[in-house]
């Protein structure tokens, strides 16, 4: 046991050392001493205090002990599966994530069992958590005892470290029962997980010691988790996102932490599997070991060209070769045989509406930047023409979408955007149709991880009605991303895989051509790259070009030291070139696109000589060309390339590079800037400009709603106020704030009236208007959002409260549009209280004043028609004062006519719910369902969610009153769970109760009973009023339908 004198010695506590040997303490059990236990060896309070700093020494950095001592616990197999040699690599920087694993109950544990049985528990433990941590890509760095340390992020890089880390962890605490000692008795471990920055050390015997706050963070953690759970730091938890269930742990004092440190326990997993960085390869790379997948698409061309549309999700991660599978199966379907439409996602159009459809049209017609609005329509023109006539009348709906006006056409800027939306994607998915009458079509979608919303529903639309055409859709993407269409008929998905060690040498074998590359360094690169094609493709070119280079063949060794990250290979790439390396860090700054008229003025160079440094850096394999060299575009060939030259500058350089760049943009690109004003935005923020990204990113979202866009205009004003709330408080601050407020308030009406976010909006916007000379327009609009928040949470009394104050603001202005507005409100209140006679008086009043106020400026205040809506409000107020009558019925009936032919769908979709709800009341189940199963196919469509919601309540009534008790119960169920959803409450009793009327009629007396005292108990009873009698009458019917002896 010298081991443990040693270690007594060096804390000065060696008097101890015969306590220690006399009850078999060695160096392996040290780590887990507990403060009982040292009471028990005798130390004094002193001693065991000053022991207790040693041994919490232990736990988080004794791991910088080469190995030795510390790791005699270990099987010797395991030791030498994590002990490959010294490393070559220098101590660098990583961002890494540490796994901290310890034994529970080690000390009661090696009291019980025998030595040997306690060895033998332990190296089954350790063996299980290294083949867990191995089969999670992570790597075993130390054995500390009972203790386990393991690295994610070292030595190497792999995307989602914290995902892999966190599931091993969860592995493990689920695994470990496996083993059992003594008479089947199992034990149990606690894993601590924290994630950062850190020092490596690649020198360290255990192949990297880390430096840093990560290993003490993991450690301390670690001590926080409960036996048998995983415990993780805060950035862990941000790293992970929503990919796992994780409970809040509070605010911890952690020793050595100056401030209180966030903790989660993972509860459960939500990752069906983990990803790997990487990045596009280049087209030139050998093409190795992918024939089952070619032949795959091959298959299901054929069936497409006899006419049985067909769709292939490709699906991979990073750099992966999904383009260059593409290309190689694509080459045999023959350019005569088939028109190829390809559409390009782009990491920076994410919320650009239809941005991979308007630049493939773009492409196909062979628009210029030089080209005039004339010239563009004209190529337009000729490219439809080309396709067919149908293509040709839908011209207008393109040249719209691409923000390319036509002369005379003044039809379409008056239809709502969302009608907009819906006829550009059925004109897209005609196109494609009469395209396909000629030859088979083939559409390439490419990196979906990058679709924007809009361009993800003509996806969908295509594979959904091209099933009969010869048409073959092939869509790559990341394994970030889930397509929702993967369940469709005819949708087939493909996972493309890493390649294996001999296709990889296969590979290397034709990239590195220098005869001074040794097999051994082929063996670095196959290691390092683990894989993955852009890897290997991209340290071999390095390595080669490194080959090449003139001088001293002695000193290409110290060439040959490979980075041990992309980014230091990206680095090294672009510290290489000559004059060109000045402009990497603008071409990085510009984005994706780069055009070469940019560059030169941004760099003050000129265009011949921006040329020319272009076309270095496409012969260095940094950057792509596309089309001609003056006329063309060039990107970056992977955008980890990209990442690496923007690092290269400064923050303050880049906030200059960009401003100049936006600068640019404003004066000399006016067409590009006018169709992505986003891109502006994007420049102006990261230049720190928030003025002037605030007023691109407002310009973004103006051009969006024109667009139909709308989840990209939210996103949009989002940003602009972000920006806003950079600017220093100041009263143009505020009026800006409150301008693109009210857009926001338009834009977000399609979302739940009691969302977080409609309320928050609202919040916000009364605050400003409370502490500024707001408009009587603004003070109104504020108000009314209010009181439409505050009924749909069923706080008609609140909301009562505020119909007065809009009155007064509606004289003051002389506002017919207001007055309507607010006897509305009155009216709607009155009705939830349950004072209909008040609440028909208000309608009508409402309807009176309507007629007098104009459309437009009624959609500036309120999502819908209050004409209508209030006709057909009066129909059920009445219904529920006085019940069945001809008159009623026939008003009813002539009002569903009218409302039927409404144009604006929010409208029509209202008004035929609440006239369905008039016919609930009148227990006319198949006028109800009529109106009904309309505005349920509008809702959808739409994705009016509130108005879906209360249409399956009713339609699930209709069913349950018609005999299909069961299908009618379930679906008032899901009716009410989807409306809850919404964050609204103001129908729930009502609703409720007709689950209870279901219950009544499938005779299940005692559930209906049930459901009826949990709406007398509710929060909202004493003020939700108006399905009283409803509900009473309900309770009535149960009551006495009960069985005799329930009554006795």
Known sequence: MAGIRTWLESISLEKYYDAFAANSIDLDLVATLTENDLI????????????????????????????????RTAKPDILRAIRPGTSDHIPERRYLTLVFIDLVGSTWLSSQLDLEEYRAVLHDYQALCFEIIRGHQ??????????????????TVEENDAERAVAAGLEICGSIEKIKHGDGQTIGVRVGVSSGEAVVDGHSTLGGLVFGEVPNLAARVQELADPGTVAISEHTKLLIGKNFVCEWKGKQELKGFEKPVGIWQVLSSEVPELRFRARQRTADAPFVNRVDEIETIMKHWRAARRGNGQAVMLCGEAGIGKSRLVEAATRGFGTRQCLQLSFQCSPNHERSAHFPVVSCISHMADFRRSDSVDQKLKKLRQLFAEWSEVSEKNLPLFANAMSLPIAGDDELPRLPSDRLKTQFQDAMVQTVVELSRRRPVLLLFEDLHWIDPSTEEIVELLIERLRSRPVLIVCTFRPTYRPPWTDKSGVVSLQISRLDRDHVHQMLDELLQSEQVTQEMKDQI????DGVPLFAEEMARMVDNRFAEPGDPSTHQNKLALPSTLKELFWAMIDKLDSAREIVPICAAIGRNILPAMVSTVSNHSIEATLSMLDELVEAHILVRRGVRSEGTYSFRHALIREAAY???????ARAVHSRIADVMATSFSDLVGQNPELLAQHYGRADLPRQARDAWRQAAVVSNDRFANEETIHHLNKALSENAKIEPNPDGDQQE????????VALSTRAFGSKEVLENLDRFRHLLDRSAASSEDAFLAVHVQFGAQLTLGDPLGARVLCDYLDEVAQRAESSTMAALAAHNTGMSNFMLGNLDTAIAAFDRAIALREQAGSDDLFNYHEADIHFVDLAMRCWAKALKVGESDELRDEIAKLSALIGNESHDFTRCYGLNILATAYQVLDDTEALLELVNCAIEISQEREFHYWAAWGRILRGWAQASDGHHADGIDEISAGIEDYLQTGSTQIVLYAQTLLADAHFLAGEISEGLKVIEHVRSGEKSWSVRYQRRFTDHVETKLLGARPEDTLK
């Open 138 to 155: 992570g790597h075993i760095a130390q054995f500390i005892g009972d203790g386990v340390v393991a690295y994610f992020g070292y030595p």
């Open 647 to 653: 690092d290269l500058m400064l923050p303050s350089r």
């Open 526 to 529: 196959a290691t390092r790259t």
């Open 40 to 71: 028990e060896l005798g130390l004094n309070l002193g001693d065991r205090k000053r022991m207790m700093l040693a041994i919490e020494d232990l736990h988080t950095h004794q791991y910088a002990n080469s190995g030795g001592e510390f790791d």
């Open 738 to 745: 409150i301008a693109l407020r009210k857009m926001l308030n």
